[in-house]
């Protein structure tokens, strides 16, 4: 059974960084990608960015590029999304999700097979 579990939300000042944490379990993840995702309050959920399990090569939304990393510890089965220069426009449920890859890294919601429950991050002053 694959398994996604979101840690590190918290609530935080406009400027500030948190990092994200998904640990997976239940699959090899060698063909797989594990992305992240965002839903803020009376939105629809977005993609954020997605890294690749075997290569470690991410891609991001232009609305994070520059501020957000998406990293890995194969180790430890984990994928980590590090923000920075938060702002108000950041808070949102964050939520990591896994999928196949097949040309492409997945970007769309309907390209993963199993989500976490959310972790929910707050930016406010």
């Known amino acids: 059974q694959v398994q996604l579990v979101e840690s590190g939300g918290g609530l935080v000042q406009p400027g500030d960084s948190l990092r994200l944490s998904c640990v997976a379990s239940?699959?090899?993840?060698?063909?797989?990608?594990v992305g992240w995702f965002r839903q803020a309050p009376g939105k629809e959920r977005v993609f954020v960015g997605v890294?690749?399990?075997?290569?470690?090569?991410?891609v991001y939304a232009d609305s994070v590029k520059g501020r957000f990393t998406i990293s890995k510890d194969n180790a430890e089965n984990t994928v980590y999304l590090a923000m920075n220069r938060l702002k108000p426009e950041d808070t949102a449920v964050y939520y990591c999700?896994?999928?196949?890859?097949?040309?492409?890294?997945?970007?769309?919601?309907?390209?993963?097979?199993?989500w976490g429950q959310g972790t929910q991050v707050t930016v406010s002053s």
């Open positions: 999700a896994t999928g196949p890859v097949w040309i492409n890294l997945p970007s769309r919601e309907d390209q993963f097979d199993y």
């Open positions: 239940g699959r090899t993840f060698s063909n797989y990608a």
């Open positions: 890294i690749r399990w075997n290569n470690g090569f991410a």
